[in-house]
């Protein structure tokens, strides 16, 4: 057989032209009109996720053929080693699958040569970058050849936008890269409030030898708000430690969990249900335009007496003013926050000298390896699965924003 060889078959009135091309003794299917069939294979309604604890690696069928090819545009910060996986691929394409070839790496719109882009017809572009929202709408606008789009984040408030929104390309995330640290955290607020770590702490440096009655942990009830994978995480931390738990979800009806004693939708009645009976709420629901502010004083004069606040989720989730105020008159017994509305929190919040606040730089998921696993997770599951025609993980609304 010759090392490129050119058919075309029709079906539907419509032509497919198809060339193969040899490379180390293997075959690649490479079509020059498969994006619109591309992106709705990608968008098909039986979405499957990823979890880093669960999932079984490349869980497909390998020796499927190469029957798309892959050319990405990495829209990401060039000194964050965690995109080594891509953007070295831009010198050395033997990093990436068959099939797959970086035409371009930059961070910002001036990075990138959009006449010779339009040329080369990008499909899929790997974003990373903490400002990228303004340069992926121009991507969007400038080159129609794109199909796919994968953020290295679990959270896409950073990219959303109208022009996202209004697209036909398919959008995934990195759901399930994150989880297990933020559930781990999560557990942490809880046993630090129920056993009053800062008193320990407190009289430790007081050389203060004065036993005080704790909490029980086991039998508390923890309300959940998102219950997605980072919700879902912790529910299955909770049961382990004995607790009950609640959640609030947009679809309560869609199916049953076996973690979940109750659930319930994300009204506002539903909401205060959840505060007025649980001991601890954890916040990780993603940033929304319909989850920016979400809870606040309603929900605050609703919580039952004692309850712990926690956040995993973002920061603007909440009316931070009024959580303030009711972590000051008692309405809430405290709170473990790792996001906040403004980040870095400037040193003028009030949250710094409060007592009752457990604080972290929204770090609480940052391991040593978690933002370059996220990266592997795109080159090593999603893109093999794009390669082969095969729906990807974690197919994204790009409308509700996760």
């Known amino acids: 057989m010759s090392s490129v060889l050119r058919a075309s078959c029709r079906s539907r009135s419509r032509t497919l032209s198809l060339q193969l091309c040899k490379r180390s003794s293997k075959y690649i299917i490479i079509s020059s009109s498969l994006p619109v069939t591309a992106s709705r294979r990608l968008s098909s309604s039986s979405i499957q996720y990823w979890n880093r604890e669960t999932s079984k690696p490349q869980d497909f069928d390998t020796s499927m053929p190469i029957t798309e090819e892959a050319r990405i545009l990495s829209l990401s910060d060039p000194d964050d080693t965690a995109n080594d996986p891509v953007n070295k691929a831009l010198h050395d394409p033997t990093l990436l699958p068959e ?24 499909n899929v572009v790997f974003v990373s970058h903490p400002l990228a929202r303004n340069t992926l709408a121009t991507m969007l606008q400038e080159l129609p050849s794109l199909t796919w789009i994968h953020a290295r984040s679990a959270g896409l408030d950073f990219i959303a936008s109208d022009a996202l929104a209004q697209s036909n390309v398919t959008l995934s995330n990195a759901k399930g890269t994150f989880s ?13 409030f129920a056993k009053d770590l800062p008193r320990l702490l407190r009289q430790k440096s007081e050389t203060n030898w004065e036993r005080y009655p704790i ?19 912790c529910a299955r931390l909770a049961k382990a430690y004995g607790m009950r738990v609640i959640a609030v979800r947009r679809n309560p009806k869609s199916k049953s969990d076996e973690l979940c004693d109750a659930i319930y939708g994300n009204d506002t009645a539903s909401l205060n249900t959840v505060f007025s009976e649980s001991d601890y709420v954890v916040v990780s629901t993603p940033l929304t335009k319909e989850t920016r502010g979400m809870i606040g004083r309603e929900q605050f004069e609703h919580a039952k007496d004692g309850t712990v606040l926690i956040n995993v989720g973002r920061g603007p ?7 303030i105020e009711a972590l000051k008159n008692g309405n809430l017994k ?27 730089p929204h770090n609480m998921d940052a391991t040593d390896t978690f933002m370059l696993e996220a990266t592997q997770f795109f080159v090593e599951e999603n893109l093999p699965r794009f390669l082969r025609g095969i729906p990807v993980l974690n197919v994204a609304d790009k409308a509700a924003g996760y």
């Not at 910002?108 to 017809?121: A, N, P, R």
């Not at 909440?318 to 959580?323: G, K, S, T, V, Y």
């Open 99 to 122: 099939g797959a070839k970086v035409l371009a790496a930059g961070a910002s719109i001036e990075d990138f040569d959009w006449k010779e882009l339009q040329k080369q017809k990008p």
């Open 180 to 192: 297990s640290t933020l559930a781990e955290y999560t557990l942490l607020a809880v046993s630090y």
């Open 334 to 360: 405290g709170a473990g926050l790792d996001v906040f509305s403004t980040e870095p929190l400037p040193a003028t919040s009030e949250l710094w000298k409060l007592e009752n606040v457990l604080l972290s």
């Open 317 to 323: 989730i909440i009316d931070e003013d009024a959580m």
């Open 215 to 233: 909490l029980e942990v086991r039998g508390a009830t923890l309300g959940v708000i998102g219950y997605g994978d980072i919700g879902h995480a």
